[in-house]
């Protein structure tokens, strides 16, 4: 079975330039959350959905939105980036009776400069 | 108090000694306490988790330590090998209530032959 799928894998953006990350998760999962990785430090917690509501959100600004669709895959939107955006954007799906239990995709590298 | 803290940073061990990494929680809602291991250009991927009804947990050469009137627990890797050598992050969160994963800050583990 394919895991969690993550495009794109790297990308460069500009400051106060628009990005969309997009993630599939494992079939059957209904749960994703998306996770900024900063080289070095863990996964900082974004946001939260099942079922295509959002269960969470992290401590970020409004510049971050996510929505996820009825297949359950998710997309990610940050608006005016910044040079601190950069970073590992993580998704992770889970199983709704395991809800701690994330499956990693491989993350898209996002370099704002 | 949602925060999880861990050491050490970094850590060194030689091939078939124990790494030992220890982690502190203050949320006591928390139920659920994994670890993952991530190594580089990948997602973490849950290496083993534990709840607080057991004070250990075993896998191969994983095991876990559970205390919980300290609120702490400690991830063992005996026999540590080459390819152990990673990035490892505890975590934690309330199961309960379908509550986001807190990820401590991650140590860095070397294992040299």
């Known amino acids: 079975d394919a895991g969690v799928t993550q495009s794109p894998t790297h990308l460069i953006k500009t400051r106060g330039q628009q990005v969309t990350l997009r993630c599939s998760p494992i079939s059957g999962h209904k749960s994703v959350s998306w996770y900024q990785q900063v080289l070095g430090q863990g996964p900082q917690f974004i946001f939260q959905y099942y079922e295509k509501e959002e269960r969470g959100r992290g401590n970020f600004p409004d510049r971050f939105s996510a929505r996820q669709f009825p297949n359950y895959s998710s997309e990610l939107n940050v608006n005016a980036l910044l040079l601190g955006d950069s970073a590992l954007y993580l998704c992770?799906?889970?199983?709704?009776?395991?809800?701690?239990?994330?499956?990693f995709g491989e993350g898209s590298r996002l370099t704002v400069l | 108090q949602q925060q999880v803290k861990q050491s050490p940073q970094s850590l060194i061990v030689q091939k078939g000694g124990i790494s030992i990494i220890n982690c502190a929680y203050e949320?006591?809602?928390?139920?659920?306490f994994p670890w993952y291991q991530q190594f580089p250009g990948k997602g973490p991927a849950l290496l083993i988790a534990i709840r607080p009804d057991v004070s250990e947990k075993k896998e191969g050469r994983f095991t876990i330590s559970f205390n919980k009137s300290a609120k702490q627990f400690s991830l063992h890797i005996m026999d540590s090998q080459p390819g152990d050598s990673a990035t490892y992050f505890c975590?934690?969160?309330?199961?309960?209530?379908?509550?986001?994963?807190?990820f401590g800050p991650g140590t860095s583990l070397s294992v040299i032959p």
């Open positions: 949320n006591t809602a928390f139920d659920y």
């Open positions: 992770a799906s889970s199983l709704e009776y395991n809800p701690g239990e994330l499956f």
């Open positions: 975590a934690a969160s309330n199961e309960g209530s379908y509550d986001k994963v807190i």
